[in-house]
């Protein structure tokens, strides 16, 4: 019986990996809930270039991220990963020390250049053992959500006291602190193998965007990521014109946070527990589309603009948690890190445009039109939506293969694993020598597929 606990050295990497992600994601966050404040002392800012600037690390981001991470499966993981956190820390300082918005565009732009987030996911899978890879990947979206959480937080504070300045001068150190984390902290990679659980295969690359439970789940997290751009060129202002301090909206945002994390909870294990996915979904679409419409139409005070922001950040946090499950559990067996790429590709370009369109509304028609506008983008979303099939609660397992499985025994073995309780989906991959799953964890025989497990190795 292989040990799912994590070993010294596991340990080591899912803690180092997570804080590097985290903290440049923090840095790219922070930037969010001050831009359009601090535009004014900008040359040449209007609010379609303020849209640009928040959004363009997402272009960058979506034409590079899978490049990078093909290239550290040639050069080694740790150098891509380091000379992406170099041109991180190279676009902070750019931003840090511009006088105009077209710099700041420059220096975001640069910024998500540093598209590791590939690199340092295959790197884990170098890390950790299939056993443990879905619990260190988790505690990696973990680390996400808390750093863009902190980074509504840290934002307005930092900005407060230092100005824009200050905020990307943080975001330079925070990459500075990456370079020693990853080469003090985390291991060095013995190895650098494919992982189709974790990397993107080209091979699989058309079937994935053939699938249409899948690009359903692709046009989510464009959407979601299209409307957080889009309302934080708005809501900022919206924030300032009824009489909140600059210096306090960090502590507005703590409060939503806050909240809507609670809120989201009982929504998540609903979601999970009960497997209603489809369900609390369509409920996170249509909860953050009202908040828009609301903000859109409502004059309301701060604390009728804070309830909204609540109801829409707990729509995004849910949909944040649940659609890489689903995710997961659709993509067919060895085919999850290619799904997963595609997703990821999504978000960034629906951060890019979400950023280009919310200006490009605020600048013609003002801060209104950009709500309305997300509206319409929810609406058309929910209709997106329909027909999607309620996903099949599904897991994914990798178990290695014995030296001795090779030839018609993988053929053999391929149907032993098939014919185990509960084993819904299987692809045997002779030159990895490992076994991608999909298991329904509720039907699945464990100690028959431990049995099968253990006869490949002999």
């Not at 990456?178 to 985390?186: S, T």
């Not at 809120?263 to 497997?275: D, Q």
């Not at 993988?410 to 076994?435: I, K, S, Y």
Request: proline fraction near 4%.
């Amino acid at each position: 019986m292989v040990s799912r606990l994590l070993t010294a050295p596991e340990r080591r990497a899912i803690s180092g990996l997570a804080g590097l992600y985290a903290s440049r994601m923090l840095g790219l966050f922070m930037v969010l809930p001050v831009l359009a404040l601090h535009a004014g002392d900008l040359a040449g800012a209007t609010p379609l270039l303020v849209g640009v600037a928040l959004g363009i690390y997402g272009l960058s981001q979506a034409v590079l991220q899978i490049p990078f991470g093909l290239l550290s499966d040639r050069v080694g993981r740790k150098p891509v990963i380091a000379f992406g956190l170099l041109l991180f820390f190279l676009g902070s300082a750019v931003a840090a020390e511009a006088n105009g918005i077209g710099e700041i565009i420059v220096g975001r732009g640069l910024q998500g250049c540093g598209a590791v987030a590939a690199a340092i996911m295959a790197l884990l899978a170098d890390q950790t053992r299939e056993q443990v890879r879905t619990a260190a990947m988790a505690t990696i979206g973990l680390s996400i959500g808390v750093a863009f959480a902190v980074a509504m937080v840290l934002g307005p504070l930092l900005a407060a006291h230092y100005g824009l300045s200050g905020v990307f001068w943080f975001t330079a150190a925070l990459a500075l602190l990456g370079l020693v984390v990853l080469w003090k902290l985390v291991p060095p990679a013995p190895r650098r193998l494919r992982h189709r659980d974790v990397g993107l295969d080209r091979a699989q690359l058309k079937a994935m965007l053939g699938r249409g439970d899948l690009v359903r789940l692709d046009l989510s997290i464009f959407s979601l990521h299209l409307l957080l751009m889009m309302i934080f060129v708005a809501v900022p202002v919206r924030l300032a014109t009824l009489g909140v301090p600059a210096e306090r909206h960090g502590w507005v945002y703590l409060g939503i946070m806050g909240l809507a994390f609670v809120a989201m909870v009982p929504l998540v294990i609903i979601a999970e527990k009960r497997r209603r996915m489809k369900g609390m979904m369509l409920l996170a679409v249509a909860g953050l589309t009202l908040s828009l419409l609301g903000m859109g139409v409502m004059e309301t005070g701060w604390w009728g603009l804070a309830a909204l922001l609540m109801l829409f950040f707990t729509g995004f946090n849910l949909l944040e948690a649940t659609l890489p499950s689903m995710i997961s559990k659709l993509a067919p067996a060895g085919a999850k890190g290619t799904a997963m790429g595609v997703y990821s590709t999504s978000q960034f370009l629906g951060a890019f445009l979400g950023g280009l369109l919310g200006g490009a509304l605020s600048q013609q028609w003002g801060q209104e039109a950009v709500f309305l506008g997300a509206t319409l983008v929810g609406a058309l979303w929910l209709c997106v939506l329909h027909g999607l099939p309620a996903p099949r609660h599904l897991s994914s397992e990798v178990v290695a293969l014995g030296e001795s499985a090779h030839g018609d025994a993988l053929e053999t073995l391929m149907q032993r694993f098939a014919d185990v309780a509960g084993v819904e989906d299987v692809l045997v991959v002779p030159e990895e020598r490992l076994a991608y799953l999909k298991v329904d964890r509720q039907q699945l025989d464990s100690e028959a597929l431990a049995r099968v497990a253990g006869a490949s190795d002999r």
